[in-house]
């Protein structure tokens, strides 16, 4: 007998098809260029860099600091360019390290394990991309230099002052850090190629123009090379060199060289040396005026000199905000310190009078500036509590800045 019924329903399951994984392409060189006000040079630049690379792929990073509308050729360019364009946008109020923290800034975000530094000026020949390329790769260099001073290399159009100033700081540089620049005759360039992997970001702290000289500096046993070039002409635009960013040189050497207290070290010098020049006239006045022993005297002239040490000191030295809590405790320990001080002193000016017969105003001298180093210090770590500032470049906190593509070739961003 045939069963009529309607058969049970069935439950049909139906699976996703499996989604086409998405292939994503690692630019071999991601190209950074720190722009400001640079709006004619781009179409030039980016087109030339496209030109230039052929077969190699390159993803280009705009870190702007601009008050005119590069941003906005930026993104219509990137509307019809082959290549993958970043813009990252630093509002006026956030703009850390100059143009050495929007490259630091561009490095970080940076795709491509090759990243090369170049100005937007077209002075710095994208023709020449290809090459640095291939010098790192023959040559198993960590970063390749392109340089006006190697073979091939030229100033160009710079003018006989402008070139005597770059020599300077050249020669400067290489004499204050002959090991990290050995090799190297271009320390002061602004268009080289680095592996990425190679620099740790965390250990800058960029400042002006000069972020390869930092680079050099603060990355010991990286494996240089260079590559001698022609500087052009600047194509479209102002200069950005100026007093300014040779003042930001000296600093940026000065704190490579002697660490980021070597300011606050030369102020609490000058301070010292008012502060001798106040213990002598109240040495003199206890000692000559009322005749009171020369020891008991420098007990006496020590109490003037430190009140008007620590006055300036917390005002000048570390520059400390009026009404600021603990003052009277760095009072007793600034105190405290040059009575210390003073304990280390009184047998050296005892040995400096009776037995080598120095003048008491000579011999006090030279003792107070024998203990300079160590009262700075003591100053610096113990009684103010500084710290040396934290390292690395300021990059956008709380994740990733936001977002607002225009175009799957260009991602445009706006830095917080």
């Known amino acids: 007998m045939i069963d009529s019924s309607p058969a049970p329903a069935r439950s049909i399951i139906t699976f996703p098809l499996p989604r ?7 630019p071999t060189i991601s190209v950074v260029v720190p722009t400001r006000n640079e709006a004619g040079n781009i179409p030039e630049l980016v087109r030339r860099l496209e030109m230039a690379t052929g077969d190699c792929s390159l993803e280009i990073i705009f870190v702007d600091d601009s008050s005119d509308d590069t941003p906005k050729v930026v993104e219509d360019i990137a509307l019809h360019a082959t290549t993958p364009i970043q ?17 630091a800034l561009g490095i970080s975000v940076a795709q491509a394990p090759w990243v090369c530094v170049m100005d937007a000026d077209l002075q710095h020949p994208p023709e ?87 680079i050099l500096c603060r990355t010991p046993g990286l494996r240089k090379s260079e590559v ?5 002409e600047r194509r479209s635009g102002e200069s950005k060199a100026s007093v300014q960013e040779g003042v930001r040189y000296l600093r940026l050497l000065l ?7 070597w300011l606050s070290f030369v102020r609490f010098g000058l301070v010292g040396v008012s502060g001798i020049f106040i213990n002598a006239l109240a040495l003199a006045f206890f000692t000559e005026w009322l005749g009171i022993f020369y020891m008991i005297s ?12 620590f006055a300036l000191t917390e005002t000048v030295v570390f520059d400390t905000p009026a009404g600021s809590a603990g003052r009277p405790r760095r009072a007793v320990l600034f105190f405290a310190m040059n009575n210390v001080a003073l304990g280390l002193r009184g047998p050296m000016l005892y040995v400096l009078v009776s037995t080598l017969g120095l003048n008491y105003m000579i011999a006090n001298i030279i003792s107070l500036i024998s203990l300079m180093v160590l009262r700075y210090f003591t100053a610096d770590r113990l009684i103010w509590g500084r710290t040396p500032p934290p390292a690395g470049p ?18 445009t961003e706006q830095v917080h």
């Open 20 to 26: 086409e994984p998405e292939i994503r392409v690692v």
């Open 255 to 261: 704190d490579l060289r002697f660490g980021p207290g």
């Open 87 to 103: 813009l990252r946008h630093r509002p006026p109020d956030d703009r850390p390290g100059g143009l050495g923290g929007a490259v």
């Open 128 to 214: 020449l991309v290809p090459d640095l390329f291939r010098q790192a790769i023959s040559t198993e260099s960590d970063v390749v230099i392109a340089s006006r001073h190697a073979d091939h290399g030229d100033m160009g159009e710079f003018s006989p002052l402008r070139k005597h100033v770059s020599e300077s700081s050249t020669k400067l540089a290489q004499l204050a850090f002959p090991k990290a620049l050995d090799g190297v005759t271009d320390p002061m360039s602004g268009f080289f190629l680095i592996r990425r992997d190679a620099v740790d970001l965390t250990t800058l702290q960029p400042r002006g123009f000069k972020i390869l000289f930092e």
């Open 228 to 232: 001698g070039f022609h500087f052009g």
């Open 298 to 309: 420098a007990v006496a002239a020590t109490q003037v000199s430190t009140l008007w040490n």
């Open 394 to 411: 300021s990059m956008p906190s709380g994740g990733a800045p936001p977002t607002f593509g225009v175009h799957p070739l260009v991602s």
